[in-house]
């Protein structure tokens, strides 16, 4: 596996995903226009040349924030998210952010440990933040 930039191949495999795993999965359109951004990156994981997961942060003064983690379900628990994560890292700390932050649903204790394994801990509940219905936990982390 090896995480690469995105390339616009990609958009009809993310979106695929999008909409399988995501409880407020990104439109065509939403996706497109944060793409745009300059200061938004996104990778994506790959196996034999079939994308498998994908990650994205935008940058906001000094914070990463972390816009979306997405592994297909065949390669989770095999540390796809996790070098996603770090990628993700590496490259906020060379464009000058000092920390990163993420939501994620109150209820997805496999992504909540996963954040905390990579140093992040929890700061407050949104309440009802996906979709007016679900939870979500704010978490950072310092770089």
């Given at each position: ?6 390339k616009?191949k ?23 226009d ?110």
């Amino acid at each position: 596996m090896k995480v690469r930039p995105y390339k616009t191949k990609d958009k009809k495999t993310i979106l695929k995903m999008e909409q399988a795993y995501l409880d407020s999965p990104w439109s065509e359109a939403v996706l497109l226009d944060t793409l745009k951004n300059p200061d938004t990156v996104m990778l994506v994981a790959e196996d034999d040349g079939t994308a498998v997961g994908y990650g994205s942060f935008s940058k906001i003064t000094d914070e990463a924030h972390i816009n979306n983690i997405c592994v297909d379900i065949s390669f989770r628990q095999n540390g796809t998210g996790g070098t996603i994560l770090k990628e993700l890292e590496i490259i906020a700390a060379k464009r000058g952010c000092n920390k990163m932050l993420l939501e994620v649903a109150a209820g997805n204790a496999g992504a909540i440990r996963l954040y905390e394994k990579y140093g992040f801990t929890k700061l407050y509940v949104r309440p009802k933040y996906y979709n007016g219905i679900k939870d979500a936990v704010v978490m950072r982390k310092q770089i």
